[in-house]
């Protein structure tokens, strides 16, 4: 049983890394604090706890919190510190030069009412928050993936997919179109798996949002490609509607059929080919974003020439690329490493390749994700 604390505090709440998720729960942290009295401060000198709230995916992030950290302890000696996000799953290592006095990750982020308890609990916040900037508008369509992806730890943070209801999410778009806002993000962990926990589907809250009658463009976040091929008529249509930017995010992460199939990721890559060589055909203007991997620990050389055919016949307009790194707890952590200098090698030929694809088809332009 959690008692209510008798004092209100100053919060400092910083965000470090993550993706659009984190950055909403970051949001409906800070509205539970206020719902409760506590007073939320820019300084980070000012407070009596700091909340740092940060994914710990890559190698470079960890870098980048264990600075922030130090940082953190640095500027507010005397400040009780709180880490949330995945970094308490993923790397817990990174977190004990600062000892936290509480680590909640995505599940438990209920822990929170140990320290800031006082009339409202945290799971009586209201579920989400929208970030309002002048990009766009952030619409989440619940939380957690539902794929099991050999190399990836974030899962083990997101946990299973939980879906919010089409109707809420509908509303959601009704409420801010009639307040003038135009331009949204559809934001999920796997968008595609939208509805599988609740009978719902991505087919029919795309529908349901393109019904929504007045001027408004919807990026959609990132789509695994199992559920780009398995949804693929009901993804086309609405990238032809006037509700839709023009936008795919794939993460293909490589165009070879064994590799794909070590990292449990086994949708049939030629479809995939086929899929988008389709929308190129019947969407004007449609445009690519591609997350690609490179060193898995089975890509060899011909593994990985496939992928940049894959890159040369279907180019993209944006394209990131990162480098297989050992993540601990993974089936992929068990597997022999490819030499980290052929890996480098390799991510500057793929970069290469794309500028030079990208160069040679002059319907391709490179634009930032999302860019009109
Ligand atoms: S789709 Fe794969 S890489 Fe992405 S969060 Fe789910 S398990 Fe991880």
Not at 151 to 168: E, N, W
Not at 189 to 214: C, F, K, R
Not at 266 to 271: A, L, N
Not at 352 to 372: C, E, F, M, N, P
């Amino acid at each position: 049983m959690v008692s209510r604390v008798a004092e209100t505090y100053s919060v400092y709440v910083g965000n470090k890394v993550g993706c659009e998720s984190t950055t909403l729960e970051g949001l409906r942290v800070i509205n539970y604090l206020l719902l409760n009295g506590h007073s939320v401060v820019e300084n980070p000198r000012e407070a009596t706890h700091v909340v740092l709230n940060t994914c710990a995916f890559l190698p470079s992030h960890r870098k980048a919190i264990e600075e922030r950290l130090a940082g953190l302890c640095a500027e507010a000696p005397e400040a009780q510190l709180v880490v949330m996000g995945c970094a308490g799953a993923i790397a817990p290592d990174i977190l004990l030069a600062s000892r936290p006095v509480l680590v909640c990750g995505h599940r438990d982020l209920g822990r929170l009412d140990e320290l800031f308890f006082r009339l409202v609990r945290f799971e009586q916040t209201p579920d989400y928050q929208f970030q309002e900037s002048s990009e766009r508008v952030l619409v989440p369509i619940g939380r957690g993936c539902a794929q099991r992806c050999s190399y990836c730890s974030i899962k083990r943070s997101i946990g299973a997919i939980r879906s919010r209801p089409v109707d809420a999410i509908a509303g959601d778009f009704r409420r801010n179109v009639a307040f003038g806002k135009r331009r949204f993000l559809l934001a999920g962990d796997d968008l595609g798996s939208y509805g599988l926990d609740t009978g719902s589907s991505l087919a029919e809250l795309l529908s349901a949002i393109d019904d929504i009658p007045g001027e408004f463009s919807v990026l959609l976040g990132n789509i695994h490609p199992t559920w780009f091929l398995e949804y693929f008529g009901a993804i086309k249509a609405f990238l032809g509607s006037p509700h839709a930017s023009k936008w795919l995010f794939l993460p293909i992460q490589s165009a070879d059929q064994a590799v794909l199939k070590a990292m449990r990721r086994d949708y049939p890559i030629e479809k995939v080919s086929s899929a988008i060589e389709d929308l190129r055909r019947s969407v004007p203007g449609v445009r690519f974003y591609y997350d690609i991997m490179v060193g898995y620990p089975t890509e060899d050389d011909a593994a990985f020439g496939r992928t940049l055919d894959f890159i040369v016949r279907h180019p993209a307009s944006c394209m990131t690329i990162a480098r297989f790194s050992s993540e601990p707890g993974t089936d992929a952590a068990d597997l022999p490493t490819v030499d980290p200098q052929l890996i480098r090698k390799r991510a500057k030929e793929l970069q290469a390749t794309y500028a030079a694809a990208v160069h040679l088809d002059k319907s391709v332009k490179i634009a930032r994700w999302g860019q009109d």
